[in-house]
């Protein structure tokens, strides 16, 4: 089944402890993204891939990291959260050719 | 970023037809899109026009104008299920380009 893979789905941690979110595609898509939903302001763009080992800023980059390694992987990471980062954060790829957004199923993120 | 203004809440009822607005100001457009968001969930795509004129899926349509940057999601038939977040997208650019999205419209059914 084509589906794009968010791990995990709900995460609590405290500020400056590191932490990784996992973002997997099986449908060989050459654009993956990052975006962060917050009441009243929609989604935002964190950062972007056009293709392995291409990657830029969104709307909201700071705090923020990604890699892109490998073309079906695009994990983000806090080096050190903060609670301002406490949001819901979707991972979305898309194909060549094709219009639609493909979303993973949400992390809902909580920084005490 | 882009300026794209969509209303914040709707409320219809079971059966009726709703009109979702949304306009935008960008450069370089390439296309908007609707996407339906159920609570806790990720947002489904719905439409995409890129040409003005009118997309027809099944119950839901939407309606392109490019030079007024306009365009609307209408709805009929309305069902309790579609009681849900409707959001608009701007896309810039190259066919690759990066997508824009609106607040969302909370649209809620009521039987």
């Known amino acids: 089944e084509a589906q794009v893979t968010q791990n995990p789905r709900y995460l609590i941690t405290v500020t400056g402890k590191k932490l990784t979110v996992t973002c997997s595609q099986n449908?060989?898509?050459?654009?993956m993204s990052w975006y962060r939903q917050d009441p009243g302001l929609g989604l935002r763009q964190i950062y972007y891939s056009m293709n392995v080992e291409v990657t830029d800023k969104g709307d909201v980059p700071e705090g923020y990291k990604v890699s892109r390694k490998e073309k079906r992987n695009f994990p983000l990471i806090l080096e050190s959260p903060s609670p301002n980062q406490t949001s819901l954060y979707f991972c979305a790829s898309r194909g060549g050719g094709q219009e639609k957004l493909f979303f993973g199923s949400g992390t809902q993120l909580s920084v005490l | 970023g882009q300026n794209i203004d969509q209303p914040t809440e709707m409320t219809a009822t079971e059966g009726a037809i709703v009109q979702i607005n949304c306009t935008y100001q960008?450069?370089?457009?390439?296309?908007l899109f609707w996407y339906q968001q159920h609570a806790g969930e990720a947002p489904t795509f719905l439409s995409y026009n890129v040409l003005d004129g009118l997309e027809e899926k099944g119950r839901f349509s939407s309606f392109l104008s490019r030079s007024k940057g306009y365009s609307y999601l209408l709805l009929k038939e309305l069902q309790m299920k579609d009681s849900a977040s409707y959001l608009c997208?701007?896309?810039?650019?190259?066919?690759?380009?990066?997508?824009?999205f609106g607040r969302g419209t909370q649209l809620t059914v009521w039987p």
């Open positions: 997208a701007v896309r810039r650019g190259s066919t690759l380009g990066r997508l824009y």
């Open positions: 449908m060989n898509h050459e654009y």
């Open positions: 960008t450069s370089g457009f390439n296309g």
